[in-house]
Each structure stands twice: as C-alpha cells, then as structure tokens.
C-alpha cells in the first residue's frame, strides 16, 4: 500500500471514530430526552431519530468508502470518491464549529480528516 493509501484510510477511520461517538452522545443527550420528554405523534417518534442520526450514519459511511479505497481498481475512483467524502467531513466541520461556537471537538477532528483527504487527493493528482 502507498502513503496515500493510508492518508485515506486514517482519515477514514477519524471519520468513523467521529461518527460513532457522535451517534453515541447524540442519542443520549437529545434523542432520549426528546423522545421521553415530548409528547409526540407516533409517526415524529419515529422520524426524529431517524433525522437526527443522519449525519452520523453518513460520517460513517464516508469512512468506510475512504478505508476501502486501497481496493478501488483505480485513482479516479479513488479521487471521486474521496471528494464527495471530503465535501461531507468538511460540511460537518464547519456545521459543528458554527454550532457550538468551537466548543466541540467534533469538528477539529472532521477538519483533520478533510485536511488529510485533501492532501490524499492532491498527492493522487501529482502523481498521475
């Protein structure tokens, strides 16, 4: 495997690592309470969870696609595919900062892996 083999592959993992903790903290701190706390329509008891989780399961999907891309058969896959995760790590980046005025570390280390891609991605199109 080359370096940028394992750029992509640890700035999968944080984005993984990130969404877990993410999901993890999300679901206790305002899933439970909204849900037990509310009284809501069977229909928006189901729907909340759903919506508020959405960035979690795409955080750690896009960190799955970046481990697996030492498999792709080649680097244009490799670039589209760490773009489009690149555009999800950076939105939650910046989301999260804005959010919570930088108190949530959430967001350096979404920004770390955006920084990682990048770098991925610029090395990638050197090479070619």
């Known amino acids: ?7 992509f592959i640890v700035a999968g ?3 993984c ?7 993890v903290i999300l679901q206790k701190k305002m899933v439970t309470p909204i849900l037990t706390e509310m009284e809501l329509a069977e229909s928006l008891r189901r729907l909340i969870p759903l919506l ?3 960035s979690t399961v795409f955080w750690f999907l896009g960190g799955i696609a970046l481990i697996a891309t030492p498999m792709y ?4 896959i490799t670039l589209a595919t760490a773009f489009f995760v690149g555009v999800l790590f950076a939105f939650g ?3 999260n900062f804005w959010g919570t005025h930088g108190r949530h ?4 280390i979404l920004a770390v892996a955006t920084a990682l891609i990048i770098y991925g991605c610029s090395q990638l199109v050197l090479a070619t």
């Open 52 to 54: 508020l989780h959405f």
């Open 13 to 15: 993992s944080l984005g």
């Open 93 to 95: 980046a910046i989301g």
């Open 73 to 76: 058969p080649n680097e244009y």
């Open 1 to 7: 495997m080359s370096h940028v083999d394992w750029i």
């Open 105 to 108: 570390p959430g967001w350096v």
């Open 17 to 23: 690592i990130v969404a877990v903790v993410h999901g």
